[in-house]
């Protein structure tokens, strides 16, 4: 399994990750080893079964519809890179 | 005093013979003095430890100390810690001092135990030698050209040299038992559910569990005793009886049933690592446990399964670092989707970034199936090998790694090969069993640590059996020479 360096790049697009033009060669050989590695589980006869998808296989706890959280937004905002009025700023989207 | 075990840390403590601040400032000297070389912590915390410790001699004065009140702790840096950089080994989250604390810091905190600071790890525990960690690598305190481990490194490390009595580490596919093992120390994983996730920064979710990092299995099972329990926080987290891990440490070990996997004993195996792991069983035979061989049928599958559910998970968790609410943002973004590419592609180092993209890949429309449905399905396989092991068996036993530790950069350029290294260690979260790893000898002046696998929520059983070894032998008490 290859991937090519136009796949790496549509990967990297949908991940939001810009890669350098000189790291997507490295990247298309590294995560064609791996995705080598695990094609060897591809073989294995699985049609009676089920996904597991948890561990334990409890089920999602319900809680009743109640306020715990209190309003910390001062306390979060200051983290962010950039604040106004309470708002997150980021780059113009609409003109 | 940086030798003591913290059941005689607790009575001097308790006895008043030393107190909190002056048990406090030997850790934090030798923490100081060993760090440049030893680069086990990112963070060291001198002042929120002396208030802490001021406050755990005041509860020690009082009487109402518990016991482990007035003991230094450090806490992987994967944990959130209120007003503290919590960086978890990334550029990502270099600048960000977490809001609020994790339930296993808030626990131990409780407890009266006094944080010291924060461990290195892989950036976001993505690594089996803690080489990819944005603060460097850290050096194994029994030959500092070599690896500790991964990805919990900086948490053993900090233990073989004395930098602290205990420390937190988490386990998504071996990350607290491999470094544990290669660093001479115990490393305990409970099982999924027992130690809220609540605050443990996310890497992936379905097998990603806290435990700890000490020197013996007693010391374990005291730390045990303070962080789990169940936390309406944590989705996932397991509600199930509070348990004293002390208990049973002593008990007989006659009639023990132990499986010996013959995949485990493979050619894969180093053979000096087999035959010290062969000498260590011989002795639990003949402190009366009884031996049978075992298979695990699907145990080569466990990789490939671990690191496509593992990449999947992380693609998913790991796309909230978008440079927007917290963390790194790249400098004069162009637009919105400049802003999060350039944010993530600068913030995130190169192993974080393959996983990303793997676990992208495997998710994409036309390949779930192939990939991720099939991992979860070869999973349950998995898990189902180790359902039917217990049947006939009360605890697994091997290796738990198939080398002892390598040399930095030997492994860096191929990531497959790195990844070979947590062959007997994935298949554990895959099944969401407990498991432990124990120092059991040396190879070439090397630490050799031995796996013991149990069924869910068995840790006493497993701390029990870790204990009356470390009755019997001496590895756990052997220290490198020159943190002596």
Known sequence: ?95 | MHRTCLKSLSNLLHRREISSQELTRIYLERAARYNPVINAFITLTPEHAMEAALAADQRLQAGSAGPLTGIPVAHKDIFCTDGIRTSCGSRMLDNFPAPYNATVVERLQDAGMVMIGKTNMDEFAMGSSNENSYYGPVKNPWDTNRVPGGSSGGSAAAIAAGMAPVTTGTDTGGSIRQPAALCGVTGLKPTYGRVSRYGMIAFASSLDQGGPITHTAEDAALILNAMCGFDARDSTSADHPQEDFTGELNRPLEGLRVGLPREFFDSRLDPGIGGLIRDAIRRLEQSGARLMDIDLPHSALSIPVYYVVAMAECSSNLSRYDGVRFGYRCTNPENLLDLYCRSRGEGFGDEVKRRIMIGTYVLSAGYFDAYYLQAQKVRRLIRDDYRQAFNSVDVIIGPTTPSTAFKLHEKTADPVSMYLSDIYTVSVNLAGLPAISIPAGFLNGLPVGMQIIGNHFSESRLLNLAHRFQLETDWHLARPGAYA
């Open chain 1, 1 to 95: 399994m290859v991937l090519e360096k136009e796949k790496v790049e549509g990967i990297a697009r949908l991940a939001r990750l810009e890669l350098k033009t000189t790291e997507i060669e490295a990247y298309s050989r590294d995560l064609s080893r791996i995705l080598e590695l695990i094609e060897e589980m591809k073989g294995v006869n699985t049609a009676d079964v089920a996904p597991m998808e948890h561990p334990l296989e409890i089920r999602a706890r319900l809680r009743e519809d109640q306020v715990t959280e209190t309003d910390q937004r001062g306390k979060y905002q200051a983290l962010a890179p950039a604040t106004a009025d309470g708002f997150y700023l980021v780059p113009k989207v609409i003109e």
